[in-house]
Structures are given as structure tokens and as C-alpha cells.
């Protein structure tokens, strides 16, 4: 497993930053607050769009830094299932922005893919 440092640290701004202080906005919360949380993460409609989404961009990195092509692939899979799963979940709310997310889509998926 070879690690580019210039890599490792854009990795370590990328995701440690937002998940830091996630993890510390989450612990300010009350305990209302923090089922709340808990739950609208937990939901099919979040896993399917936005959670399979960062977990694939998660994955792709991860893998582009610490040279695990298995993994790429992997990330690659659940980028597409939250791409066409936040365009099925917009679809509802806004029919322009959910073609709009399908239209960008394969740009974004090229640009990981390179």
C-alpha cells in the first residue's frame, strides 16, 4: 500500500475537517436534537441519495490515496446508486434540478474515474 503525502493530506482536509466538526456540533446538540439526527440519518430516503453518495466519493479518495484499486471500484458503484438515487429523491420536490443533477452526473463521474 504505497500513500502519496500530498495525497494523505488532502485526503486528511477533505473529510477530517467536515467530519470533526460534525462530530462536534453533534455532541453540543440535546438529546432531542441528537435522535433527531440519528434518525434522518438512518433513513432509507438519505442512505439512498446523499449517504451512498459520500460513502462512494469517501471510498474513490480513499482509494486514490493509500493505492487500493479494489476499493475504487467499490466507491465508484455507490457514487452512481446516490447519483440516481438523489435524482429519483429531487425528482419529487423539483423536476429541473433532479435532470440537472442526471445531466452533471457523468461529468463528475469522469472526473473521479480520471
Known amino acids: 500500500m504505497n500513500t502519496d503525502t500530498d ?10 475537517v467536515p467530519v ?17 439526527v440519528k434518525s434522518d440519518f438512518a ?19 480513499f482509494s486514490d ?7 475504487k471500484t467499490i466507491g465508484l458503484v455507490l457514487l452512481i446508486v446516490g447519483g440516481i438515487g438523489s435524482s429519483i429523491v429531487t425528482w419529487k420536490s423539483s423536476k429541473v434540478r433532479s ?6 452526473f457523468p461529468l463528475m463521474v469522469f472526473f473521479h474515474i480520471s
Not at 20 to 36: E, G, I, L, P, R
Not at 43 to 61: H, Q, V
Not at 99 to 104: P, S, Y
Open 65 to 71: 490515496t493509500f493505492s487500493v484499486p479494489m476499493i
Open 7 to 16: 495525497s494523505l493530506i488532502t485526503f486528511l482536509i477533505a473529510f477530517g
Open 43 to 61: 433513513s432509507p430516503k438519505f442512505l439512498l441519495s446523499m449517504g451512498s453518495f459520500a460513502l462512494g466519493a469517501f471510498l474513490i479518495e
Open 20 to 36: 470533526a466538526m460534525m462530530t462536534w456540533a453533534y455532541f453540543k446538540m440535546n438529546a432531542a436534537d441528537q435522535q433527531s
Open 99 to 104: 435532470l440537472l443533477i442526471l445531466a452533471l
